[in-house]
C-alpha cells in the first residue's frame, strides 16, 4: 500500500540553527499537510499546501517557517533559527483532495532542539 | 483549542469484548469526521471515518457513531483484540471542500488483555 515517507527520523539540532524535514507523499496526492505534536499535547496542524502554494496556515506557521516542493516527489519544511519550542514530532500527511478522502500520515520525524 | 475533545485518557478492556472510545466537539461548522490509530513510533494511520450528513458507518470490526444534536461521536471496535492496543485519535475537519485541515483530540490509550 502507498505510504507517505519522512527523512530523517530523528534530527538533533543546535539552537538557532536551520533544519530542513522531508516528505515525500503518496505519489497521486496533490495536497500536502505538516503537523506537529509537542510531547504531552495534541497533533496539531502547521500548514497545507497545493498547487505549489500554501492553502492555509496557522498561528504557529510564521516567518520561521517555509514549506516548498522542489521537485514532483518531495515535500519539504524548512525551519529557521530554531528555538527550544520547536522540538517536537513533525508529521507530514497528504490527500488526493477527493471526496471525504482521509489524510495519509507519514511516520514523523522527531525534531530535538538542543 | 478545544474544539475536539476526547475525555478518556485510556481504556483497558478485555479480548473479545466491546471497546467503546468517545469524542466530543464544540463547532457545529465541521463536516467531516475521522478516526486514526497510532502505535509508538508510528504515525496516525487512517481507521474509519463518517460524514456529518451520516450517523453510522461500518468496516469490519470498527463502526463509529455520530450524533450532530449532542456534538459527539463514539468509535465502537468488536471483538477487540490485543493488536488494536494503540493510541486512537478522533480528528474533525475544518474548513471548505474536501481539503481542510485536521483538528485532533488528545488521544485514548486504549489495551486490550488477552
Known amino acids: 500500500e502507498p505510504e507517505v515517507t519522512q527523512t530523517p527520523s530523528h534530527q538533533v539540532t543546535q539552537m538557532g540553527q536551520e533544519v530542513i524535514l522531508r516528505c515525500v507523499p503518496i505519489?497521486?496526492?496533490?495536497?500536502f499537510y505538516w503537523y506537529r505534536q509537542i510531547l504531552g499535547q495534541k497533533v496539531e496542524f502547521l500548514v497545507s499546501?497545493?498547487?505549489?502554494?500554501?492553502?492555509?496556515k496557522s498561528e504557529i506557521f510564521d516567518d520561521q517557517f517555509s514549506v516548498e516542493r522542489p521537485d514532483g516527489s518531495n515535500f519539504t519544511l524548512k525551519i529557521r533559527s530554531t528555538k527550544l519550542e520547536d522540538s517536537a514530532m513533525y508529521f507530514c500527511?497528504?490527500?488526493?483532495?477527493?471526496?471525504?478522502?482521509?489524510?495519509?500520515f507519514g511516520d514523523g520525524t522527531r525534531l530535538s532542539i538542543l | 483549542d478545544q474544539q475536539v475533545k476526547q475525555n478518556s485518557p485510556s481504556l483497558s478492556v478485555q479480548e473479545g469484548r466491546i471497546s467503546i472510545l468517545n469524542c466530543d466537539y464544540t463547532?457545529?461548522?465541521?463536516?467531516?469526521f475521522l478516526w486514526y490509530k497510532k502505535y509508538p513510533a508510528e504515525g496516525p494511520t487512517f481507521l474509519i471515518s463518517?460524514?456529518?450528513?451520516?450517523d453510522k458507518n461500518e468496516d469490519g470490526r470498527f463502526t463509529v457513531f455520530l450524533n450532530k444534536s449532542a456534538k459527539h461521536l463514539s468509535l465502537h471496535i468488536v471483538p477487540s483484540q490485543p493488536g488494536d492496543s494503540a493510541v486512537y485519535f478522533c480528528?474533525?475537519?475544518?474548513?471548505?471542500?474536501?481539503?481542510?485541515?485536521?483538528?485532533f483530540g488528545q488521544g485514548t490509550t486504549l489495551q486490550v488483555k488477552p
Open positions: 500527511a497528504s490527500s488526493d483532495g477527493g471526496y471525504n478522502q482521509p489524510q495519509h
Open positions: 505519489s497521486n496526492h496533490l495536497y
Open positions: 499546501f497545493y498547487n505549489n502554494e500554501i492553502s492555509e
Open positions: 463547532n457545529s461548522m465541521f463536516d467531516y
Open positions: 463518517i460524514s456529518s450528513i451520516k
Open positions: 480528528a474533525a475537519r475544518h474548513g471548505s471542500g474536501n481539503t481542510g485541515k485536521l483538528i
